[in-house]
């Protein structure tokens, strides 16, 4: 029997931070659905005031999710189209809508995924590590041991490591980084298409000292990708160029915030990251 008098379900990435990153494509389909689901209506509400949309929305979670599964499938069987949207980025990647996928597929309905931002596709395509293999972990465990333990078990994995982590425990986890998964290199994305938006390279010791040195960089939302345990291709010639070129200014006698300025204007990036990098150089001499 044809689907085709069947409604379509549209997985719609949305912006990760910076509003222009919705396609054109995402913003009709939006305009176009009988209603969307949305991880929090009023988040998503406010991006569909940015669109000048009025579209009717559902909540989404992960506590009312299998209950929607029923409701959303009567309305493609209407007929209906309907979108699915989470607060940020793409569906099903560490936010819901995974059940209602798996259902509606194993009822053959019409799915049609609407491509954009992803938090960890847009930091590793900017981080310099290996991304020809990478192992995406998500979040790691709240609670210190599970951490622990999830961490130990990656300490052979050669592919690139990328995890999710929030503000309230991106030390915790670099600290846990460097313990589990000893001297590596480790970039972590920050605040990414946002205002704030920063990439630390180094190893997960001397980020933490970043971070002593400059609270900010402890703040906003994070990336992080860890170098597998097998280093492939060359050391990472442009950081030890970086720190090169602050040691040399540092034993020539320059300052610590002349250092930073020049290193900067040299390499690019930000004065005051380069500034806690001088620092940390300079009190670990
Ligand atoms: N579905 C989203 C995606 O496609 O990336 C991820 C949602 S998950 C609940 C939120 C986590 O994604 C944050 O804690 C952070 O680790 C990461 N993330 C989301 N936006 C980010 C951004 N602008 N910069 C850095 N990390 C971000």
């Not at 961490?151 to 592919?159: G, N, S, T, V």
């Not at 030390?171 to 970039?187: F, H, K, P, Y």
């Amino acid at each position: 029997m044809s689907n085709s008098h069947l409604g379509t379900l549209y997985v719609v990435a949305t912006p990760i931070g910076n509003l222009e990153d919705l396609s054109p494509r995402a913003a009709r389909v939006l305009g176009e659905v009988a209603v969307v689901a949305a991880e929090d209506t009023r988040h998503t509400s406010r991006l569909l005031r940015h669109l000048g949309l009025s579209v009717p929305m559902l909540s989404l979670h992960e506590h009312n999710e299998a209950a929607r599964v029923e409701q959303l499938d009567q309305r493609l069987l209407r007929g209906e189209n309907v979108a699915l949207v989470s607060d940020a980025g793409t569906p099903l990647i560490s936010d819901p809508g995974f059940v209602l996928v798996r259902e509606l597929r194993a009822r053959q309905r019409r799915i049609v995924p609407l491509p954009g931002a992803c938090a960890l596709v847009t930091a590793l395509s900017a981080a310099g590590l290996p991304t020809d293999r990478f192992l995406f972990q998500g979040f790691l465990p709240a609670k210190a041991g599970a951490r622990r333990q999830r961490l130990e078990a990656l300490e052979l994995r050669e592919e690139t490591l990328v995890f999710y982590e929030s503000p309230h425990r991106i030390r915790d986890t670099l600290q846990e980084i460097a313990t589990s998964l000893g001297e590596r290199r480790v970039v972590l994305a920050r605040e990414l298409t946002k205002t704030f938006e920063t990439f630390l390279d180094g190893t997960a010791g001397f980020l933490l000292e970043l971070m002593a040195a400059d609270p900010d960089q402890a703040r906003g939302e994070f990336v992080i990708m860890v170098e597998g345990a097998v280093v492939r291709g060359s050391v990472d010639a442009a950081s030890l160029e970086a720190n090169a070129l602050l040691e040399a200014l540092l034993d020539e006698g320059v300052g610590v915030k002349q250092a930073a300025a020049v290193a900067a204007r040299l390499m690019g990036g930000a004065k005051k990251t380069w500034y806690a990098q001088a620092q940390t150089l300079k009190e670990t001499r």
